[in-house]
């Protein structure tokens, strides 16, 4: 990838957070402790202010690169989970990567992701929506469709009972929300294929 | 020093401060002991960063046993050991007890020149599983 390229993702990416921040901490204050938005735009806004440096790195470099200064610079549980997505997905990422090494590569970060909050799928978090991000990956599905399948499972986690994190502590009153970490994880892949769709 | 060290990590720098007085005060001096507490900006919450620099200045070639109070600050903290990396981190432990306890539990047996893994094992026996 370019470096021009990657450096496009990255701003795609800290605009959709900067741009949903506010919606990103309702959601959180609704059933978490209300800081999502805000550290999640944190995050990304440090990135986006390395992002020269980061697109000149080869991409599994540039990758590491970013899921570190999200671990250092988010906070909350958020900085590890979204830091380890990245960082795992550097780490497994051919530097030119074709649809098989993504989807393999992609597969393996959501398993790092899972061991890192110790959750799996349908316990309302990031991975309800990484999961089928995944699943139509493999399937050959086109950008569009994959960020239509993000939005689709992000609203999925509304009926669902939190049992991970903050939320979990809520039992039963957390049905009926929309999880702030799937919000932001669709919001990511949507911006990001959207950018590899303009291309 | 070759005493366990002991790391106490809260969303809350004046929970973390209080129980790292705490332990000073009921079991003294020769246990190395750091603490953290707050996201960096001012807010409850963890910072990798901050664990890491606590563990630093905890650190002990008999090993680091940290004490952690919500979620995030245990995924913060298991964050901050992968980041140190080996071989060190395979002598760090992230405890399953409660804070204030555990710590005041851990670092008495610290002070004794127990191992990192009666250390840990003494914080746990606080958990009910």
């Known amino acids: 990838m370019a470096a021009a390229d990657f450096s496009?993702?990255?701003?795609?990416?800290?605009?959709?957070?900067?741009?949903?921040?506010?919606?990103?901490?309702a959601l959180d204050q609704a059933i978490g402790d209300g800081d999502h938005g805000l550290n999640m735009k944190?995050?990304?806004?440090?990135v986006r202010a390395e992002a020269d440096a980061f697109s000149a790195k080869p991409l599994p470099e540039a990758l590491k690169a970013v899921g570190t200064k999200l671990v250092m610079t988010v906070g909350g549980a958020s900085g590890p989970l979204f830091g380890t997505l990245f960082m795992a997905l550097g780490k497994d990422l051919p530097a030119a990567p074709d649809r098989d090494g993504l989807t393999a590569a992609f597969g393996k970060a959501i398993e790092a992701v899972a061991a890192r909050g110790k959750s799996q799928v349908g316990q309302k978090t990031m991975l309800d929506v990484l999961q089928p991000v995944y699943e139509a990956l493999a399937q050959g599905k086109t950008a569009g469709e994959i960020a239509d399948a993000a939005d689709k499972a992000a609203e999925a986690t509304v009926p669902m009972k939190a049992l991970r994190?903050?939320?979990?502590?809520?039992?039963?009153?957390?049905?009926?929300?929309?999880?702030?970490?799937?919000?932001?994880t669709a919001l990511l892949v949507r911006a990001v294929a959207e950018a590899i769709e303009g291309n | 020093m070759s005493n366990v060290g002991i790391v106490i990590v809260s969303h809350s720098p004046l929970v973390a401060e209080g129980t790292a007085d705490m332990v000073r005060q009921m079991v003294g001096d020769e246990v190395p002991l750091a603490w953290c507490g707050g996201n960096g900006h001012g807010?409850?919450?963890?910072?990798?960063?901050?664990?890491?620099?606590?563990?630093?200045?905890?650190?002990?070639?008999?090993?680091?046993?940290?004490?952690?109070?919500?979620?995030?600050?245990?995924?913060?903290?298991?964050?901050?050991?992968?980041m140190i990396?080996?071989?060190?981190?395979?002598?760090?432990?992230?405890?399953?007890?409660?804070?204030?306890?555990?710590?005041?539990?851990?670092a008495t047996e610290s002070s004794g020149g127990a191992s990192l893994k009666e250390v840990v094992a003494t914080a746990h026996e606080l958990s009910p599983s």
């Open chain 2, 43 to 82: 807010g409850l919450g963890t910072s990798v960063e901050a664990i890491m620099g606590a563990i630093e200045k905890a650190w002990s070639e008999a090993g680091v046993a940290i004490l952690v109070d919500l979620g995030g600050a245990e995924t913060n903290s298991e964050m901050a050991v992968e």
């Open chain 1, 42 to 46: 944190r995050g990304f806004e440090a």
């Open chain 1, 8 to 25: 496009r993702l990255i701003a795609a990416a800290a605009d959709t957070i900067a741009a949903h921040a506010e919606e990103l901490t």
């Open chain 1, 165 to 184: 994190g903050r939320a979990s502590f809520l039992g039963e009153r957390s049905i009926g929300h929309m999880d702030a970490g799937a919000r932001s």
């Open chain 2, 85 to 106: 990396g080996e071989p060190r981190s395979h002598k760090i432990v992230v405890c399953n007890a409660p804070i204030v306890e555990g710590a005041v539990m851990a």
